[in-house]
């Protein structure tokens, strides 16, 4: 969608080009990804250089000479520091960025160790994987998840990333909850399989080149609606929606309706979805009356 939003707003006409831009904005959340699952690691790094510096003080305090290693020494964090696949997947793309930001580092770290959930973890006596996780969890999405100065941070270093920032999150969250004290932190992949990439660049490709015949598709569909006035990014959804319910036999049609009025209502206007839901209905009774939408597999017609 956004994809093809670009394309429009540039007057583009390069598919080849255009469809690089997309694999490459792809590629990009691999790397936003990363640079959120590494925060953690470096938190942690950063924090051990601040206790060893605190020991070697002249006049270190008991406490610097004895510091509360809880943090330190989570479970959860050891995992990821320890984890093959995170070294592997940074090495391979290039990701320095908390090396080469040390104060977007230090800034997060003084948040965390101001924050309730830090003080309540540091203070409690006993301690569990599940304790540890629990912890980690608590601490990504209450405090580093929605943290403005990271958000800053990553904001200015790749605008495209703001709206990627939630799916990234929910991704590494997700993740964090499946461990277990045996389990390693696997890197997540960008695509299920071969076939999952595939369908991003056909999907792209197929409704850019039917746009017009798509376009058809709904403009006698708008009678209470100037064809002419309806919002850009709606008249792009309901292209894709169309493309895959006629392009695509093996995506139900629930799963097509569902996807794209959730995509309006995070992304367009505040009555997109009641017209994009009213037209996607009226369009898939006429092809279900015509024959015209061919879904392969038990369930995918409704």
């Given at each position: ?158 605008l495209t990333w703001v709206d990627d920032i939630p799916v990234v999150n929910t991704q590494i969250l997700k993740q964090l ?126």
């Amino acid at each position: 969608m956004q994809t093809i939003y670009a394309m429009h707003q540039k007057g583009s006409d390069s598919l080849e080009k255009e469809e690089k831009f997309l694999l490459s904005s792809i590629e990009n959340l691999m790397e936003l990804y990363l640079i959120m699952v590494s925060s953690l690691i470096e938190l942690t790094n950063k924090e051990n250089d601040f206790i060893e510096v605190s020991r070697k003080k002249h006049l270190a305090t008991p406490q610097e000479r004895n510091p509360n290693l809880k943090f330190v020494n989570n479970a959860v964090l050891n995992l990821l520091k320890n984890s093959k696949s995170i070294e592997v997947a940074l090495d391979t793309h290039k990701i320095n960025n908390w090396k080469a930001n040390d104060d977007a580092v230090l800034l997060l770290l003084n948040d965390v160790k101001q924050s309730k959930i830090y003080e309540d973890y540091m203070n409690d006596t006993t301690s569990s994987f599940e304790k540890d996780q629990q912890f980690i969890i608590d601490l990504f999405s209450e405090v580093i998840a929605p943290n403005e100065k990271l958000y800053s941070y990553l904001e200015d270093y790749k605008l495209t990333w703001v709206d990627d920032i939630p799916v990234v999150n929910t991704q590494i969250l997700k993740q964090l909850k499946q461990l277990n004290p045996k389990s390693e932190f696997r890197v997540s992949s960008l695509f299920k399989d071969d076939e999952d990439r595939e369908y991003a660049i056909s999907l792209f490709r197929k409704t850019v080149l039917n746009e017009g015949e798509f376009a058809k598709e709904y403009i006698d569909k708008t009678p209470n609606w100037d064809v002419d006035r309806i919002a850009e990014m709606d008249t792009i959804l309901l292209k894709m929606a169309i493309c895959e319910l006629l392009k695509f036999p093996s995506v139900p049609v629930k799963v097509t309706i569902n996807e794209f009025l959730e995509i309006a209502k995070e992304y367009s206007t505040p009555k997109s979805s009641i017209f994009i839901n009213g037209i996607l209905d009226n369009l898939v009774k006429s092809y279900q009356a015509t024959g015209r939408m061919n879904k392969s597999g038990r369930g995918l017609m409704e």
